[in-house]
């Protein structure tokens, strides 16, 4: 199995906007793939400009807010790619693209990391924004698993955000319920009944 990064990814248009979005990275030797799906606004920044940052979020709702909708997150300037970083990071990756494997389904760009920086310490996350996280992933992936399944994942996560997240897991976790929900077409709420528990 190859090691897989869950990073925030930033790339920029031509006209310079940011598009920011949670992706795993993968990494091939010294390189680190970048695998977006078929429509995506990545794949028409990286054809515009190839390169990307990663950027290993501080606050866990960026990575929730990002797989709902939520983007605007502050960023800052790279230091060595016409791009830019998430501002609260642990720490950030430049990587320039160094080859395209083009697919009419899912394109791999190969980065090849030119810079990083360490920000703040990471000492590591906890259950509930390991949760988030999970879940975030689950959120991308509606469309493809069923229902059952949906749930079953989303109750067995909300043990660890009931025991142990703060306000910011609580509302990272909020809005991926509501996504969740809004998919399933059902109001009931999972957390809910795992505080009850």
């Known amino acids: 199995m190859p090691l897989i990064l869950e990073t925030i990814v930033t790339t920029l248009s031509q006209e310079g906007g940011v598009h920011l979005v949670p992706f795993g990275l993968i990494r091939e030797g ?23 940052c990663a950027s290993s979020p501080r ?13 605007a997150w502050a960023v800052v300037d ?5 791009g830019k970083r998430l501002a609260d990071s642990f720490g950030h990756a430049e990587f320039a693209v160094a080859a395209v494997e083009d697919d009419p389904t899912r394109p791999r760009y ?8 360490a920000h703040a310490p990471f000492i590591g996350y906890n259950r509930a924004q390991a949760a988030v ?14 229902p059952d399944k949906i749930l079953a994942e989303m109750r067995y996560l909300a043990i660890a955000i009931s025991k142990t997240a703060g306000p910011r897991e609580r509302e990272a976790w909020d809005w991926i319920e509501d996504k969740v929900a809004a998919h399933l ?6 957390l809910a009944a795992a505080d009850a528990a």
């Open 30 to 52: 010294d390189d680190y793939v970048l695998a977006p799906f078929r429509p995506s606004p990545t794949i028409l920044n990286l054809d515009a400009n190839p390169c990307f």
């Open 110 to 117: 190969r980065g090849r990391m030119v810079h990083s920086a």
């Open 185 to 190: 077409g059902t109001d009931a709420r999972i």
């Open 78 to 82: 790279c230091d060595r790619i016409r």
């Open 133 to 146: 996280l999970e879940a975030a992933i689950l959120a991308t992936r509606l469309h493809r698993l069923a």
């Open 59 to 71: 606050d866990v709702r960026v990575i929730a807010g990002a797989v709902t909708g939520r983007r």
